[in-house]
Nanobody, 124 residues
Framework: QVQLVESGGGSVQPGDSLTLSCAAS????????MAWFRQAPGKEREFVAR????????TLADSVKGRFTISRDNSMNTVHLQMNNLKPEDTATYYC?????????????????WGQGTQVTVSS
């Protein structure tokens, strides 16, 4: 069974940067496309970024384009989310997710594997 463990969350000020990491175990990491989603209190879980199995293709939500970068290291079974110029509206619990599906990659239901989440709070 695939297990995903996120780390790197925290409390920062607007304009600061954070890097989230997700470590995978129990499966073939390179066979999964990986994504980050986030969920703020009272809101639905929303897509943030996705990276293909090889790392060649990346997709970002419009709200984070130009500020966030997704990357992966298949030799280390890790995926990262570099977040720059953070804004208060980025405050949420961030989740790492994995799937072998190649369709509906922005949809949470396409991802059978999830981490426990890591909190990111952006506030002055």
């Amino acid at each position: 069974q695939v297990q995903l463990v996120e780390s790197g969350g925290g409390s920062v000020q607007p304009g600061d940067s954070l890097t989230l990491s997700c470590a995978a175990s129990g499966g073939t990491f390179s066979s999964m496309s990986m994504a980050w989603f986030r969920q703020a209190p009272g809101k639905e879980r929303e897509f943030v970024a996705r990276i293909s199995r090889s790392g060649e293709y990346r997709t970002l939500a419009d709200s984070v384009k130009g500020r966030f970068t997704i990357s992966r290291d298949n030799s280390m079974n890790t995926v990262h989310l570099q977040m720059n110029n953070l804004k208060p509206e980025d405050t949420a619990t961030y989740y790492c997710a994995g799937t072998t599906s190649v369709v509906a990659v922005r949809t949470p239901s396409a991802y059978p594997y999830w981490g426990q989440g890591t909190q990111v709070t952006v506030s002055s």
